[in-house]
């Protein structure tokens, strides 16, 4: 079934209350067949020393999914801000 044809679902999700926003300057994206990889880390100013903060590993599907997404909010939120 195309996307626009599935309904929307609510899904629940816990966060813990220990859980924070994290800061992320530098990404990665490495892409296979079978898998797309995202890296977000912290580079500090004025060094070549970073820390990954997060590795994120999608299939292709959801790697296309998250993309469209993504870009959908950002141009929605950008046309209507500007």
């Known amino acids: 079934m195309p996307p626009e044809l599935i309904p929307e679902q609510n899904i629940k999700i816990d966060i ?5 926003p994290t800061f992320s300057n530098a990404t990665q994206v490495t892409v296979s067949d079978d898998s797309v990889v995202l890296q977000f880390a912290y580079v500090r ?3 070549t020393d970073g820390q990954l903060i997060a590795e994120i590993v999608l299939s292709p599907k959801h790697a296309i999914d998250f993309s469209r997404a993504l870009d959908s909010t950002i141009k929605e939120h950008f046309t209507r801000h500007l």
Do not use: E, L
Not at 16 to 20: D, H, K, M
């Open 16 to 20: 813990p209350a220990t859980s924070r």
């Open 45 to 47: 100013p004025n060094t």
